[in-house]
């Protein structure tokens, strides 16, 4: 199975900051990556896909990039509607297999 | 507007069996990829299993053999067959669309499953 590893797993950070997370692949998976976005008691929220690709309606400051092993979520400038859990997901090979989750919480 | 909406869910015995429904409307099931994902309480997402619209499966190894996903086209309706539940199977089961290439794009709002005695 193909291991997804995030990194960081907390990260505290303010209003307007530049927010960057890391998804290792353990293999290749070109570039079959997405991100979701998760808020307490609800479902999953797709943002990326195609590791760089932007969903429908997100905003813009968010953005992906990579391919490969490694892949990044950024946001630019952190709103207070995007303190939550952030997951990448790869899709390249089954088991789908996500990463542990990224917890981006209010400094 | 698309919308998915599980039910099914809720407190059985180790051993047991529950079926899982995940009603659609605004798309056609048999014409997408649908999958099943869970988070135990607390912890991360779980791939689960998906159904192609050729009715190709796959399944994740922790279930596997113990779990069916199947769709009924008049209903418009998704379903995962759990059999053998044992504790770690507890968890919020969600239905979701895979739009081929993307990713899963719609989501329902999961249907939690406790195993328990």
């Known amino acids: 199975d193909i291991q997804m590893t995030q990194s960081p797993s907390t990260l505290s950070a303010s209003v307007g900051d530049r927010v960057t997370i890391t998804c290792r692949a353990s293999?290749?998976?070109?570039?079959?990556l997405a991100w979701y976005q998760q808020k307490p008691g609800k479902a999953p929220k797709l943002l990326i896909y195609k590791a760089s690709s932007l969903e429908g309606g997100v905003p813009s400051r968010f953005s992906g990039s990579g391919s490969g092993t490694e892949f990044t979520l950024t946001i630019s400038s952190l709103q207070p509607d995007d303190f939550a859990t952030y997951y990448c997901q790869q899709y390249n090979n089954y088991p789908w297999t996500f990463g542990q989750g990224t917890k981006v919480e209010i400094k | 507007e698309e919308q998915l909406v599980e039910s099914g869910g809720g407190l059985v015995q180790p051993g047991g069996s529950l079926r899982l429904s995940c009603a659609a409307s605004?798309?056609?099931?048999?014409?997408?990829?649908m999958s099943w994902v869970r988070q135990a309480p607390g912890k991360g997402l779980e791939w689960v299993s998906i159904?192609?619209?050729?009715?190709?499966?796959?399944?994740a190894d922790s279930v596997k053999g113990r779990f069916a996903i199947s769709r009924d086209n008049s209903r418009n309706t998704l379903y995962l067959q759990m059999n053998s539940l044992r504790a770690e199977d507890t968890a919020v089961y969600y239905c979701a669309r895979h739009h081929f290439g993307v990713g899963l794009d719609y989501w329902g709002q999961g249907t939690l499953v406790t195993v328990s005695s």
């Open positions: 159904l192609y619209s050729d009715d190709t499966t796959h399944y």
């Open positions: 293999q290749t998976i070109s570039s079959w």
């Open positions: 605004g798309f056609t099931v048999s014409s997408n990829y």
